[in-house]
Every structure is written in C-alpha cells, then in structure tokens.
C-alpha cells in the first residue's frame, strides 16, 4: 500500500493552519490528532466510540470524538469529518472515504492528488 504526503491548509471555526497530511487510501477514515483537532475545532464526542485496525498488525486505536474540517488543497476546498486518534505519527491523515466523497484520486508515480475541480462547485438548477 502507497500513501503520498502533501501539504494543506487546515480550517476550523478556532483558526487555520498549514501540516503535511498522509493521503492514505488504505484508512478508511480521516484522522486528525487530538491536540491539532481542538486547536482548530470544537471536538464532538462520537455516540459510541468506534475502533479500528492499524497498518500494524493486531494493533487497533479507538475514536471517542470527531471534528468537522475544511482541508484545502492548493485553492480547493474540501471538507469532511475527521475522527480524533490519539498517537497518530503525523497530525493528519486522509481516508478513502473523504477520497471517495470528492473523487479525489491518488497518482503514486507522479506523487500527486488529482483533483476534479468540477466536484468543488455547487450545482443549482
């Protein structure tokens, strides 16, 4: 499994701020660290605590709260939910399902995202 790491400019209702994310299509979810997550955001705890697998076998973390965040990407804008994980090695980390949900595409020879700016507009008819 491949990741590729990239800068981006994080944006909660406390305050913004640049980090290398791991964009990692084998994380299902996003994850942000704990520390980073209530600097930017008001933390929400989660209705029951979901656990998850690591990259390291048998090893699992849980998560006890969420955040909503905008990401930016160069002068796009995303947003998702991150889940807050405690001990993440870096501050953020980009799942498929946020992959999915803006059709982002991981180019790993390249090491680039490709982005649709198509998916970024709102559509009114």
Known sequence: MSVIVKE???QGSKGETRREAIFDSGSTYSC???????S????IPLPEPMEFDTAKEGEKVTARE???MNFYIGDYRFSD???VIEGLSNG???GAATLQK???KLDF???EIIIDPRVTKLWLL
Request: aromatic share 6%.
């Open 81 to 83: 939910e991150f889940m």
């Open 40 to 43: 930017l955001e008001i933390v």
């Open 32 to 38: 942000i660290h704990p520390e980073l997550a209530k």
């Open 8 to 10: 981006i400019r994080l």
């Open 109 to 111: 020879e390249a090491d």
């Open 92 to 94: 953020v980390i980009i």
């Open 66 to 68: 969420r955040v909503p």
């Open 102 to 104: 803006w059709r982002l």
